[in-house]
C-alpha cells in the first residue's frame, strides 16, 4: 500500500550518494506497491524530482535515481488508489513553486473539498492524487507567513483519513518532516544520518534501532536530531527505541529466484522460531482470558483469515469455545453481539492492515477484549490490543503470505492446546502426545518440501494451461483449501475457488468437465469416506482429481487420483501446517511457468492501509 522513505544526512556521512540509498530502501518496500516510483533530493539550492511509472529497477536505469545527491531526500513507490498509474501521479508531488517535495502513504479523504479551496486560491495541480493537496497546503501556509513546521502542522491538522507522509523542501533543506496517522511510519536512528519509512525492511541495512511512530504524531529528522510532538507537544521518545532482531539477510533473496520460494522454504526454520520464541505467559494469560469468556470472535483478512478459521476450528473441538471467525471488513455486524464478556483475536502478519485494525477498534468500543497475533513488533494492531502473541517468522517480503500464515496457526494451536488443558478437555497424556507431535512439524515441512517440491512442480505443468480450479476439503481441510485457492489466484492469475466438499454438488460441480482441476485436501479420518464420494462425483463428470492425503489413505486414494501428494500420517488437528506445503509449492512454479513474478502480482501489495 505505497511505501516511503525519508533520509536526512550529513555530507559524506552516507556509504553510497542519497539516491542510490533511497533507491536501495523502495526497493525493499516494493511489495508495498509497484504501479510507479520517484525520488525527490534537496541539492543546494535546487529540488529535483524524477519519478515515472514502472517498477523500482526499470526507473532507476531510466531516470538514473542513483546519480542523485543531495542533504535529504524522499522515495516512494505506489500502489495506485486516487488516479491511475501514470508519470504524473508518481509520488513525489511538488507545490506550485516547486519548493516543496511530499509522498505519501494512504487516503486522503477530504481531499476534493481542499483541492477545490486551493485551486480557487490560485494553486495548480499537475496530477489526480490526493496527495497533492499536502504540498499545496504547506505551500499556502507558508505564503502566508508561517514557518515550514508551522506550515507543515497546520496542513496535518486539515487532513481527513490516513497517511504516513514525509516533506522536504529548499525552505529548510536538510530536514525531513513527517507525519502519521493509521499508516506505518518508522524513524530509524543512524550514524550521521536518520531515516523515516513505512516499514523496517527499508531501513535494515542501515540501523536496527527504530522509533515506531504513533498516531497523530508528526516531527521531523535532521542528520542528527529526531523531533516528534504530538497536539503541539514535544514528545519524548528516547525510551521508545526498539532493538530489531531481523538480519538483513532475512530482507534479502538469499540465492533464491524470488523471496515467495525463500520464504515457502524459510518455514522449518520460522516454525521453529516461532515455537521456541512463544512467550508462554502471554499464552498463558490469553488462555486464562478465553477460559472466563462467553465468546470467542476470530478475525483477519486473506490469509490471516484463513488462519483464523483453523484457530475457530482448534478453539471449538478441542476447548469447546463458542468460536466464531469473521473477515475483518465486514466487523459491523459483530459490533452489536459483542460485549464486555467476548473476546477478539486479531490475526495480523503486518499488524497495520486496515479492515482489521477497524475490526479491533469498532470491538474495543463494545467493552470486548482483544488479543493481537502479528508478525511485527510494536505495529499498530499489537499496540491497540489488550495482549499481544508474536509470531517469529521474520520478515515476509513476498507479497503472497507464507511462512507467517503456517507460523500463525502454529501460534493458534499452541493456544488451543494449552486452553484445552487448562478446561482438562485434553488428559495430560493426549496434551503431551499432541505437543510432542507439534514439535515434530518442522521436521515434517522439511521432508514435505524436500520430496514434494518436484512434484509440484510436474503438476504446475499441468495445471498453468487450465483456466479454472475447485479446491475442495472437509473440516481443516476447507481453509487449506481455501488458502491453497487464494494462494494460486493471487499469483498465477488462475480463477481458483474453494468450498467445503460437500457443497460442490450444490452448484459449483456444474462448471466440471472433461480435465477441469479439482484439488481434494483429506486430512480427517472422520471425513475420508464422504470425501471419496465427492472424488467420484468429480470423476464421472471426467475432472483431474489432485488429492492430499495423509500415507495410510495413499493406497485407497490413488486409485482415484490422477495426481497424488503423500502427506504425513499426522493427528488431523496439527495437519494443516504440513498440508498448506504443497499448495503453496504448486501455486508458485505455476505462476513461474506462466511467467509471472510471484513476488509482485498485479493489483496486489502487501499491508494494506486503505479500506
Ligand atoms: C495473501 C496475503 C493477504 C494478507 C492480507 C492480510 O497471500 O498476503 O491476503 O494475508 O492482506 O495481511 P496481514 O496479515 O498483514 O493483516
Not at 237 to 257: C, F, H, N, Q
Not at 298 to 316: D, K, N, R, W
Amino acid at each position: 500500500m505505497c511505501g516511503i522513505i525519508g533520509i536526512s544526512a550529513l555530507p559524506g556521512s552516507l556509504p553510497e550518494p542519497l539516491g542510490r540509498v533511497i533507491r536501495r530502501c523502495l526497493e525493499r518496500l516494493e511489495y508495498r506497491g509497484y504501479d510507479s516510483a520517484g525520488i525527490a533530493v534537496v541539492n543546494g539550492e535546487a529540488l529535483i524530482v524524477r519519478k515515472g511509472k514502472g517498477k523500482i529497477s526499470e526507473l532507476a536505469v531510466k531516470l538514473k535515481f542513483d546519480l542523485l545527491d543531495g542533504v535529504s531526500g524522499i522515495g516512494h513507490t505506489r500502489w495506485a488508489t486516487h488516479g491511475k498509474p501514470s508519470d504524473s501521479n508518481a509520488h513525489p508531488h511538488l507545490d506550485c513553486l516547486e519548493k516543496i517535495a511530499v509522498v505519501h502513504n494512504g487516503i486522503i479523504s477530504n481531499y476534493l473539498e481542499l483541492k477545490q479551496r486551493l485551486e480557487a486560491q490560485g494553486h495548480t495541480f499537475r496530477s489526480e492524487t490526493d496527495t497533492e493537496v499536502i504540498a499545496h497546503l504547506v505551500e499556502e501556509y507558508v505564503r502566508q507567513g508561517l514557518d515550514l513546521l508551522d506550515a507543515f502542522r497546520k496542513a496535518v491538522c486539515e487532513l481527513d483519513g490516513t497517511y504516513a507522509i514525509a516533506m522536504i523542501s529548499v525552505l529548510d533543506p536538510c530536514k525531513v518532516y513527517f507525519a502519521r496517522k493509521t499508516s506505518p511510519l518508522i524513524v530509524g536512528l543512524c550514524s550521521g544520518f536518520n531515516i523515516v519509512a513505512s516499514d523496517i525492511p527499508a531501513l535494515l541495512e542501515y540501523t536496527s534501532s527504530v522509533i515506531v511512530l504513533h498516531d497523530g504524531e508528526l516531527g521531523y529528522i535532521t542528520p542528527t536530531e529526531v523531533y516528534i510532538e504530538r497536539d503541539g507537544v514535544p514528545v519524548s521518545w528516547r525510551d521508545r527505541v526498539r532493538t530489531i532482531t531481523w538480519s538483513l539477510e532475512m530482507a534479502t533473496k538469499g540465492g533464491y529466484p524470488h523471496f515467495m520460494l525463500k520464504e515457502i522454504h524459510e518455514q522449518p526454520l520460522a516454525l521453529t522460531n516461532t515455537l521456541t520464541g512463544l512467550d508462554l505467559d502471554t499464552v498463558r494469560s490469553v488462555c486464562r482470558l478465553l477460559d472466563r469468556t462467553d465468546r470467542v470472535f476470530i478475525t483477519g483478512a486473506g490469509t490471516s483469515y484463513h488462519a483464523g478459521l483453523v484457530g475457530e476450528y482448534l478453539l471449538t473441538e478441542l476447548c469447546g469455545l463458542d468460536a466464531h471467525t469473521f473477515i475483518a471488513s465486514e466487523y459491523r455486524k459483530y459490533m452489536n453481539i459483542a460485549d464486555e464478556n467476548s473476546v477478539l483475536i486479531a490475526i495480523s502478519q503486518s499488524g497495520e492492515t486496515i479492515d482489521t485494525l477497524m475490526a479491533v477498534r469498532s470491538l474495543r468500543k463494545t467493552g470486548c477484549k482483544v488479543i493481537a497475533i502479528s508478525n511485527v513488533i510494536d505495529s499498530t494492531i499489537p499496540r491497540e490490543s489488550d495482549h499481544v502473541v508474536y509470531t517469529r517468522a521474520g520478515p515476509e517480503i513476498g507479497v503472497a503470505a507464507t511462512k507467517t500464515f503456517t507460523t500463525q496457526i502454529l501460534t493458534l494451536t499452541v493456544i488451543a492446546l494449552e486452553l484445552a488443558r487448562m478446561r482438562e478437555r485434553l488428559s495430560s497424556t493426549e496434551y503431551s502426545k499432541l505437543l510432542t507431535s507439534l514439535k515434530e512439524i518442522p521436521r515434517l515441512v522439511e521432508q514435505i518440501l524436500r520430496i514434494h517440491e518436484i512434484k509440484a512442480k510436474v503438476l504446475a505443468r499441468y495445471i498453468k494451461d487450465r483456466q479454472n480450479m475447485y479446491y475442495l476439503g472437509r473440516g481443516l481441510g476447507v481453509p487449506i483449501a481455501m488458502e491453497g485457492a487464494l494462494k494460486l489466484k493471487e499469483i498465477a492469475y488462475i480463477h481458483a475457488e474453494a468450498y467445503p466438499a460437500g457443497e460442490s454438488k450444490h452448484g459449483p460441480i456444474a462448471l466440471v468437465e472433461s480435465g477441469f482441476p479439482v484439488v481434494f485436501v483429506v486430512l480427517d479420518d472422520y471425513y475420508v469416506d464422504s470425501t471419496v464420494s465427492n472424488i467420484m462425483e468429480m470423476r464421472a463428470r471426467d475432472a483431474y482429481v489432485i488429492t492430499l492425503c495423509p500415507v495410510k489413505y495413499a493406497q485407497k486414494l490413488s486409485r482415484l487420483s490422477d495426481f497424488l501428494f503423500e502427506l504425513p500420517n499426522i493427528d488431523y488437528r496439527l495437519a494443516p501446517i504440513p498440508y498448506i506445503i504443497p499448495l503453496q509449492l504448486l501455486a508458485y512454479y505455476t505462476s513461474v511457468m506462466r511467467g509471472l513474478d510471484p513476488d509482485k502480482p498485479r493489483n496486489l501489495a502487501k499491508t494494506v492501509t486503505v479500506e
